[in-house]
């Protein structure tokens, strides 16, 4: 994965690998950036905050983030990932039922952090069909690189 390939968030805080032949576009709904494959099951989404001087404890922010929409985890489900810029990466994977449409979804969260830059990752896809594109996307979110936004 070569540094040509890399995409720039819209607000400067990081840059990602895309899988091969994976297209992104900024979400104009939500902020961030959309990353997926046209013939792909799921969607990749990043957005970011600036975290001041603060370095946040990726694991912890995570945590929070489920807590927020009543997913708990135990601490073992939760992957430490070191990324290249000297930023870290806490991943989790779990699924969750739709009570109204009866169906389940696959998801896998993640948060990065480093000095002045805060990331939110969420890939979904129903669930049972994560592994066509799961192993990607967690290969794609070890590529990150954050930054502080541009001043």
């Not at 576009?25 to 001087?53: C, M, N, Q």
């Not at 404890?57 to 990932?81: G, N, Q």
């Amino acid at each position: 994965m070569s540094d040509a390939q890399r995409i720039r968030d819209p607000d400067g805080r990081f840059t990602l690998v895309p899988p091969p032949g994976w297209r992104h576009a900024p979400d104009e709904d939500d902020g961030g950036v959309e990353v997926w494959h046209d013939d792909g099951v799921g969607t990749l989404h990043l957005i970011s905050f600036d975290a001041g001087d603060d370095f946040a404890d990726p694991a912890e922010e995570l945590y929070a983030f489920l807590d927020e929409r009543e997913v708990e985890l135990e601490e073992d489900d939760v992957e430490d990932v070191p990324l290249e810029d000297g930023g870290e990466l806490a991943v989790a994977e779990y699924e969750a039922e739709d009570e109204d449409e009866g169906d389940a979804t696959f998801w896998l969260v993640g948060v990065a952090t480093a000095p002045g830059a805060l990331v939110f990752a969420t890939y979904l896809c129903p669930a049972g069909e994560q592994e066509a594109e799961a192993e990607l996307v967690r290969a794609a979110l070890g590529t990150l690189r954050l930054a502080p936004a541009p001043q």
